[in-house]
């Protein structure tokens, strides 16, 4: 098993970065997939980013293309979400995610562990 504990989250303005972290315990952080998946009220959880064990394969939404980026430290069992150019619609509660799995990494249903959430907020 492993847990996530996501954070960096806040309120920033349009235009703005934001980096939120999550940190691994537990089992081998190497030996699970990442993803990056947000919710706002009243709707179902969308995904951003996911990124195999490895980091080699990523996966994004077409919605944040260009502006976000996933990374991954396997030695300080961290992944990271790059937030760059944030627009008011990015505004969520923000989950990272692990699974065993190497398939379906856009799905949140794939996913076995979950962080607690971090609230991102943009402004106009």
């Known amino acids: 098993q492993v847990q996530l504990v996501d954070s960096g989250g806040g309120l920033v303005q349009a235009g703005g970065s934001l980096r939120l972290s999550c940190v691994a315990s537990?089992?081998?952080?190497?030996?699970?997939?990442v993803g990056w998946f947000r919710q706002t009220p009243g709707k179902e959880r969308e995904f951003v980013f996911s990124a195999s064990r490895s980091g080699g394969l990523t996966f994004v939404a077409s919605s944040v293309k260009g502006r976000f980026t996933l990374s991954r430290d396997n030695a300080k069992n961290t992944a990271y979400l790059q937030m760059n150019s944030l627009k008011p619609e990015d505004t969520a509660v923000y989950y990272c995610a692990a699974t065993p799995s190497t398939a379906r990494l856009t799905v949140s249903s794939t996913y076995d562990f979950w962080g607690q959430g971090t609230q991102v907020t943009v402004s106009s």
């Open positions: 537990g089992r081998a952080f190497s030996s699970y997939s």
